[in-house]
């Protein structure tokens, strides 16, 4: 009953050649693709096909229900006839499945509708064998209908990437087919379009709305040396940007693929139904049929009586309710996610970060920004800061290190201009020095107070080492041989550090953990500001496997927050692996478990809640069917319930779990309100 996504994800249809601009007939590359729009609609859904059968069954049910009733002198098999018309329109698809699954060695779910169905006409009930074979076809047409809605947020992305590109070509502006784009292509947007292909701007300014991908609604701003992706909408500006991915390989592209083989694969729960239901639907034949033989022989009941009994029996414990209630749900938490940016690689996934008690963050790049910045300037007595800075910034000007890039960074922002310095060089391990207006400027590493034999009681040596003992950087600045001062540099937390890991432990989480190869005290720094429990430092990529691996022990179930980069081994051995701001980042795509495409921390508990959301609507439907199973079934045995009885209610309550799964698309996901969030869907 559930068909898999179709296998086709960025392909465009073929188009042989370039068009030239202006050309009539070509459409424009924020149109959605006329081509493959009317290709699907001329391929009819498998929720329109069983709505067709469900509508024939439903109309020959009524034409002969009414010979019945409104015309008695009508002979009976014109009714008969009627009914099995019925049979053949809404049982049709079901028997087709039911020999499919014959030939494979099993009984499924519609061996046992249709095989009582079959039994209620033997017994000359045509008209409730019908009413069986149209309700059952009604519930599969409205399981597929609701599951189809769990797919939307794939098609649309589908949809996303424009049908063709203006690409520059020997000093002409052509029209090419998106799906012939090709690295080093050099590709024209227009304000307004949306973006063909990966790539990275080379002329050009605009803001980018990377909804589509991310889930956030906040333009971002691209100019030269700025990477876009396929499928966003540029603004109000022109971009001129340089193919670097060919269409199949595309951010887009390769997030459907995940999504789609997401969505194929199964999870814990559902192996689980799966394997029941082979088992419990030969247990519900077996038990039908002694139901069936035990009373007429021991003289307990007509065998007619007992036929159909056990022919209401193969209806109300067929576990229809119990096998859609799995992937209702789980495939509308994968959507969900994708919709709001959080990538699950699997329903195993969704379904283990709900139990996660544990979450541990790489410090570099996930809790913080990832790059040094100046937090203090230090001048010696009779220096200014403003001073101070210049002349580091400017013997720094040349140099490529990350420090020297934090300090000229720092220095610019705040409008100082910078002398222009001579005889630059540069010291592994020391520093790097330069003239600057006469002076002889070196800047580096505290070893230059050794270097230049600065008494050990000097007040900039003290000053090193109550800025080292708080976790920070420290640049000494020389001038002809005597100190002027101390800039002070930090990886800084990210903004959202703080909250996110409050929004954490507001939702439960038992121990946040931060593990880093930094020095301890730059860690326990980072680790007040931020409030996590526990840090860890100076670990290799080894150590933090084993402190993965402690966790586990010691709590339980932990989930591992990295870039995806150079945390892949604790990724690996964690629970569940979650790479960070995965948009455009190869390998978070490929080897974490969860991909958070936003460069956002509230992501984190974002997928954390929408786990648990769907584990707990996974719950609510798991024990709704079992229940109405177990209620019908004890009510067959003790009497009183009719076929037509038995079918409502065990239909109804397939179609119950399959709607309830659908909340989950609606839902609104961690407890921080962000009322300007966009989802991918709805930017489409």
């Known amino acids: 009953m559930i068909d898999r996504l179709p296998a086709a994800m960025a392909a465009q249809p073929e188009a042989s050649g370039a068009e030239v601009v202006g050309k009539p007939g070509v459409a424009g590359p924020c149109c959605v693709p006329a081509a493959r729009e009317s290709a699907r609609a001329e391929e009819p859904s498998a929720a329109l096909r069983l709505a067709a059968a469900t ?123 998106a799906a012939h784009l090709q690295p080093g292509d050099l590709v024209i947007v227009r304000p307004g379009e949306r973006i063909p292909a990966d790539g990275v701007v080379e002329r050009g300014e605009s803001a980018v709305d990377e909804a589509t991908i991310t889930g956030e609604s906040v333009p971002v701003d691209k100019g030269p040396g700025h990477p876009v992706y396929a499928g966003t909408i540029n603004g109000q500006g022109s971009l001129e940007f340089r193919v670097t991915r060919p269409a199949g390989e595309t951010t887009l592209a390769r997030i459907i693929r995940y999504v789609e083989e997401a969505q194929a694969s199964k999870a814990a729960t559902q192996r689980l139904i799966d394997w029941v239901d082979r088992y419990y639907t030969l247990l519900v034949v077996g038990t039908a049929l002694l139901a069936f033989l035990i009373p007429p022989l021991a003289g307990l009941d007509t065998w007619a009586s007992s036929f159909y009994r056990a022919m209401m029996l193969l209806v109300v414990a067929s576990p229809c309710a119990l096998v859609i209630s799995t992937p209702a749900a789980i495939l509308s938490g ?213 402190v993965i691996r402690e966790l586990r022990e010691r709590y339980g179930p932990v989930a591992m927050v990295g870039d995806g980069v150079n945390d892949a081994p604790a990724l690996a051995a964690a629970d569940v692996g979650i790479a960070m701001g995965g948009i455009g980042t190869d390998v978070a795509l490929e080897t974490a478990d969860v991909v958070l495409m936003a460069d956002d921390l509230h992501k984190v508990a974002e997928a954390i809640d929408l786990s648990r959301r769907t584990r707990k609507v996974l719950i609510q439907n798991l024990s709704f069917a079992v229940g109405v199973i177990v209620l019908l079934v004890t009510v067959t045995f003790v009497g009183g319930l009719t076929l037509p009885l038995a079918v409502v209610g065990h239909e109804g309550s397939t179609i119950v779990v399959a709607l309830s799964g659908l909340r989950l698309l609606a839902s609104r996901l961690g407890r921080r309100a962000r009322p300007g969030a966009r989802t991918a869907v709805a930017a489409a």
């Open 55 to 177: 509508a024939i069954s439903a109309l020959f049910l009524v034409a002969g229900w009414a010979v019945q009733r409104w015309a008695p002198g009508t002979p009976a098999f014109v009714a008969i006839v009627l009914y099995s018309l019925s049979y053949v329109a809404g049982g049709y698809f079901r028997v087709l499945e039911g020999l499919q699954a014959l030939r494979q060695g099993t009984l499924d779910i519609n061996f046992l509708m249709v095989a009582g169905s079959l039994g209620a006409a033997v017994l000359g009930r045509w008209e409730e064998g019908a009413v069986l074979i149209f309700l059952f076809s009604l519930s599969s047409a409205l399981e597929a209908f609701a599951v189809g809605r769990t797919r939307d947020a794939i098609r649309r992305l589908m949809a996303l990437s424009p049908e063709d590109a203006l690409v520059r070509r020997d000093g002409a502006l052509v029209r090419v087919p």
């Open 334 to 546: 994968i959507a969900r996610g994708a919709r709001a940016g959080v990538l699950f690689k699997g329903g195993r996934h969704l379904e283990d970060l709900a139990r996660v008690r544990v979450v541990a963050f790489d410090k570099t790049g996930t809790l913080t920004a990832g790059r040094p910045e100046v937090v203090g300037v230090f001048p010696e007595a009779g220096e200014s800061a403003e001073s101070l800075l210049r002349l580091a910034a400017a013997a720094e000007a040349r140099s490529e290190h990350p420090l020297a890039e934090a300090i000229v960074d720092h220095a610019r922002r705040l409008g100082i201009a910078l002398p222009e310095a001579e005889d630059f060089q540069a010291t592994s391990g020391v520093g790097a020095r330069a003239r600057v207006g006469g002076q002889e400027v070196w800047v580096g590493s505290v070893r230059l107070l050794d270097e230049f034999a600065v008494p050990a009681d000097h007040p900039v040596r003290a000053q090193a080492r109550r800025l080292a003992d708080g976790g920070r950087t420290t640049v000494v600045v020389l001038a002809d041989g005597r100190p002027r001062g101390i800039i002070a540099l930090a990886d800084t937390p990210r903004v959202a550090a703080r909250e996110a890991i409050a929004e954490l432990k507001a939702m439960g989480v038992e121990r946040i953990v931060m593990l880093t190869g930094d020095h301890v005290r730059a860690a326990e720094a980072i680790a007040r500001e931020v409030g996590v429990d526990d840090v860890r430092a100076e670990l290799l990529p080894q150590d933090k496997l084993a």
